[in-house]
């Protein structure tokens, strides 16, 4: 009797494939957790957690919540709030995992950027809340990947969660990646987006925030030129700056942060799995 091997084949190549849409889940803090919150034959569900809007996409017949995990979450049951077609709200439950981030001690020349004058705090306090407002937003906008392009070529020098001290002082932890490389080195949209946001802040230098559609959002940080204005529509690979050493930084390196509902993501999770020397 012949095999008909051909449909085996077909479906054997789709899978792979279709897997990469999403990002790699881990849930634990600065993870990424997915939820199935209704068949895909239903109108695209609502979803809250911690009172934020969460990004929805239709997968393998269900949509699916893909959900970003704090830092400061801790471990235990943690829940989405789905709201129906008629109007009620289900709650579906999920465990986040503990996980210990390595400690990392960094050397700062400028003693400023570890001890900021009274003014600098004033700037500091300002540019925060520009800040917290760019990750909080919203916009309504499908997604068909969540998989990211490496932003810059160069070699991962920091990974995200270390439990940072500058000059022996306790400071927030690591909320991105590091991709060390020479000033100049061009900067891409890791996905399609619009520029939310430029500037030039007191920590994080001159900055690119890319609004890729239903609360997830990178920031880029420390670059020496930015290339793009607010409003402009950038697609994947597309240059928006150039790595820099501006802000509070120990060399030349692109940092990359990912938000999702608000909540400060490992990037890695949306990378290749091979990510020591992004090329
Ligand atoms: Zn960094």
Request: net charge positive.
């Amino acid at each position: 009797m012949r095999i008909r091997a051909w449909p085996l084949l077909a479906l054997l190549l789709c899978v792979p494939v279709q897997a990469q849409i999403l990002p790699r889940e881990n849930p634990v803090p600065g993870g990424i957790v997915v939820v199935p919150v209704a068949a895909e034959t239903e109108p695209a569900p609502e979803v809250y957690y911690d009172n934020q809007r969460v990004l929805v996409m239709p997968h393998a017949g269900k949509w699916l919540a893909v959900v970003g995990l704090p830092l400061s979450v801790g471990p235990g049951t943690q829940t989405v709030q789905v709201g129906g077609p008629d109007g009620r709200r289900r709650v579906i439950g999920f465990t986040v995992r503990p996980k210990d981030y390595a400690e990392q001690r960094l050397t700062v020349k400028e003693r400023r950027m570890v001890e900021p004058s009274a003014e600098d705090l004033a700037r500091i306090a300002r540019e925060t809340e520009i800040i917290r407002k760019v990750f909080a937003a919203w916009t309504e906008q499908p997604l068909t990947s969540l998989r990211f392009a490496p932003p810059a070529r160069g070699r991962l020098s920091s990974v995200f969660g270390l439990r940072r001290y500058f000059n022996d002082q306790p400071r927030q932890p690591h909320s991105g990646i590091d991709i060390a490389g020479p000033v100049g080195t061009p900067v891409t949209a890791p996905l399609a987006g619009t520029v939310a946001n430029t500037g030039e802040y007191f920590f994080n230098g001159k900055t690119v925030f890319i609004d890729h559609g239903q609360g997830l959002i990178s920031m880029f940080n420390h670059l020496s030129r930015v290339t793009v204005t607010p409003g402009a529509r950038v697609n994947t690979g597309e240059k928006i700056g150039e790595i820099g050493m501006t802000g509070r930084v120990t060399g030349p390196h692109l940092h990359w942060t990912v938000s999702l509902n608000n909540a400060r993501v490992d990037p890695a999770l949306f990378l290749p799995d091979d990510i020591q020397n992004l090329k």
